[in-house]
């Protein structure tokens, strides 16, 4: 178990550059901008001068890159983000009030795939050249070439217009008391049932809405992998040796795991960008529109502070994606 | 040395379906193998000698099927059997060695918990922690050094020779009544063959089991077995008992083989070879299938399939020279 350990510490060494690098770049992506925000900040062309100025004063706009690259990371530190010239409000207080909501819709999305696209890819694996494997194979091609607003409204007109069944926007009722801003979780946490069943009824449509051209992805990625190992020999030699079939699948599922961990790591990222036109459709209150109206105001705090968040946790996902690889396969771990 | 037989195999077939056409992989094979003796089933790469053990197993890989024939050990007729039963047999009354131990073992688990899993499968009872125990002594048994260290080592961590040792330990797990070791030292360093041969033989008396070994190294034939059946292109040619072989060897391809063995005693200028080629499997030549490549062959040869003949007890030679006409 010792190289175990020395894995992990050495990857979590290499998380501190990462994160240096992940601020630089949103600091870049943000200069590139290439209007004045300080006089559209201040109300467009007719706005007075000495506003602009003081603006441009606020946000230190006159000084040169290093110097407001050091004030971005003074911001970070110092825990507020920056404050949006748009909204008055420190961008953390902003990206706390609509973060949760997004990450919650990609995790629910997450769990959708896993839960369906994997299944579905060891059946197909296993029933190769069926009917099943067929149909898996149109899910994937349906997934990948259906645009995400279309099947949005077209599970709207059938689930809300047509069958009544579910909702077709917003989150429901808030659970009574929030302790992570996730519904689902924290309505389960403090027992509110009530919430938890409008909650759970209001992401299904968004959530599955999400999770569709993942899970055609995910089910033809475990198709293949399981098919690989299936053809192994030490698979074979499992058969000779005479195991129990749940020993075989043991044998199997693990070695055919690290193609799917690793897409899975790749989708949660996409889950989470992507949301933007799926919480647009379902009118979700999460970031994506909250980034949109950033990006047209050229509110750039709130634009690295999204982008940060965002890079954030694609960096924390790929960092238990490695974790994950190195306790699967102890060759990773060398 | 005839006694009570183990394994029979009657008139089997294994076909592949390939694209190219039907791969008559293993065409009618019958074959005995005694019990505590040591059996040794020869013949070149392609010539279907592994397909024959794999039969015995009924694990075909598809394209390939057994078209006909039985296999009958210890009197039951294992391709009829439920896959159930024939699950049980497997791994536990008949073990199998392989030809390249670094493939046959999964790179995600270590060697303990592989050989446990081997032992657990087939003694339902037994509690993970004493098949670990008895892994333990498995290892040892196979004369691997500091088995305490390397029951808990993965396989990329250990050299070819001690992998084939730990998949001995697994063969030899569940005291298998037949052991097929096929190729088991092809994929080894010339250095660790004879110890790893030496080491299955010593099991093989320790156990009190019966050995088939498949190899294409007529060495090791001469060296460690009882009996020997001769294949060629999915046929056997020859059966005798091993002095037999060597010493008089009565099918041309055998006598071949022999001739194709190098001397180190002896200064030759050109090692001599078979004439000709293998043909083709999916277009067999009619008749006695060695024949394009025999320089004793008749007429009758290009159009009748050779029966076998007993020419003294014991001895079977599937060739026209020998029949009595």
Sequence with gaps: MGELKYYLIRRLLTFIPTIIGVTLLTFLI?????ANPAVLWAGGIKAKPEVVQLLIKKYHLDKPPHIQYFYYLKDIFTGHWGISPVTHRPVIADIATYFPATAELALFSL???????????VISALKKDTWIDHVV??????????PVFWLGIILQWIFYYSLGLLPATGRG???RITYTGLYLLDSLLCGDFEAFRSNLQHIILPG?????????????ITRSSVLDVLSADFIDYARIRGLKPSFVFRHVFRNASIPIITILGLLFGSLLCGAVITETVFSWPGLGTYTVAAISNIDYPAIMGVTLIIGLVYVTVNLIVDILYAIIDPRIRL | MSGEVLLRVEDLRVYFYTYAGVVKAVDGIDLEVYRGESFALVGETGCGKSTVAR????????PGRIVSGRVFFEGRDLLSLPEKELRAIRGADIAYICQDPSSALDPLYTCGYQISETIVSHQGVVKWRDAWMYALKLLKQV???EAEKRIKNYPHELSGGMKQRVVISMSIANRPKLLIADEPTTALDVTIQAQIMDLIMELKKLYNTTLLLITHNLGLVAEYCDRVAVMYLGKIVEVADVYTLFEKPLHPYTQGLLKAIPNPLKRVERLYSIPGMIP???NLPPGCRFRPRCQFAKDICAREEPPMIEVEPNHYVACWMYAKR
């Design chain 2, 55 to 62: 039969a015995v197993l009924r694990l075909i890989p598809p």
């Design chain 1, 137 to 146: 194979r149109i899910i994937a091609i349906s997934g990948a070439s259906m």
């Design chain 1, 30 to 34: 943000a200069r590139v901008i290439p």
């Design chain 2, 280 to 282: 083709s499997p999916v």
């Design chain 2, 143 to 145: 004369a691997i050094p």
């Design chain 1, 111 to 121: 769990f959708v795939t896993i839960f369906i696209g994997i299944p579905l890819g």
């Design chain 1, 173 to 175: 009722i808030p659970p």
């Design chain 1, 208 to 220: 599955f809405t999400l999770a569709y051209p993942c899970i055609g992805l995910v089910a033809r």
